[in-house]
C-alpha cells in the first residue's frame, strides 16, 4: 500500500489520500479523541501524540496536529496507522455510526427556495474544491440574508478560511442568490 500526502493550505494539517475508499458517503469530523470512539481509523490516529483532529473525507485523511509537533516527528507513524487500519480489515467507521450527510439545517419557510439554491451551489461549487484541500463546508442556516456554514478539516482554523469565506464563498452565493448578503463562519 502507497499512502501519498498533499499539504494544505492550514500548516497545522496534513492530507492523507490512502489511495482507498474511506468513506463511500459524507464525512466525519472527529474534532478529538472522544468523537473518535466509532471509528477504528480515528482511534488509531489519536494513539498518535501530538493530533489534534481528523477528518475523513470520501478518499482522504485530513490529519491536525498540535502547533508545538512538527510533521517530521509524527507523520512516519501516522502513515503507519493508516496502513495498519487497512490491513487490520477493521471498518473506518463503525456499522452504528454514520457518517453525516453534509448540511446541518433544513428550512421549510418561505426561505426553503433559496436554502435549496445555497445548498446546491454548496455541494456543486464549494465542497468539492475544498474537499482537494483535505476539507469541508457545511450548510447551518440562512437567516436574513446572511448565511451560516461550519467549516471543518483542513478548512477548521486555517489562517486562508476568512478569505475563503468571505472572497470566494460569500461573492459566488452573492453572485447567484441575490437574497445573500453576508456569510459567516458557525462553530460545530
Given at each position: 500500500?502507497?499512502?501519498q500526502?498533499?499539504?494544505t493550505?492550514?500548516?497545522?494539517t ?19 479523541a ?16 501530538g ?6 473525507g ?19 507513524a501516522?502513515?503507519?496507522a ?9 471498518p ?7 457518517p ?5 439545517a ?5 426561505d ?15 465542497r ?13 442556516g ?25 472572497m ?6 452573492r453572485h447567484y ?7 459567516r463562519?458557525?462553530?460545530?
Amino acid at each position: 500500500m502507497f499512502i501519498q500526502t498533499e499539504s494544505t493550505p492550514n500548516p497545522a494539517t496534513l492530507k492523507f489520500l490512502p489511495g482507498e475508499t474511506v468513506l463511500g458517503q459524507g464525512t466525519a469530523d472527529l474534532p478529538d479523541a472522544a468523537s473518535a470512539q466509532a471509528s477504528p481509523l480515528g482511534r488509531r490516529l489519536f494513539a498518535v501524540d501530538g493530533v489534534t483532529g481528523v477528518f475523513l473525507g470520501s478518499d482522504f485523511v485530513t490529519v491536525t496536529k498540535a502547533p508545538e509537533v512538527d510533521w517530521s516527528h509524527i507523520k512516519p507513524a501516522l502513515l503507519g496507522a493508516i496502513m495498519d487500519h487497512y490491513q487490520s480489515g477493521l471498518p473506518v467507521i463503525e456499522a452504528q455510526a454514520t457518517p453525516a450527510s453534509g448540511h446541518a439545517a433544513t428550512h421549510d419557510n418561505e426561505d426553503a427556495a433559496i436554502v435549496e439554491q445555497i445548498k446546491e451551489l454548496l455541494d456543486t461549487r464549494v465542497r468539492p474544491a475544498v474537499a482537494q484541500d483535505g476539507g469541508d463546508i457545511t450548510f447551518h442556516g440562512f437567516e436574513r440574508g446572511v448565511v451560516y456554514l461550519h467549516m471543518q478539516g483542513a478548512c477548521a482554523g486555517c489562517p486562508s478560511s476568512t478569505l475563503t469565506l468571505k472572497m470566494g464563498i460569500e461573492n459566488l452565493l452573492r453572485h447567484y442568490i441575490p437574497e445573500v448578503t453576508e456569510v459567516r463562519p458557525v462553530a460545530a
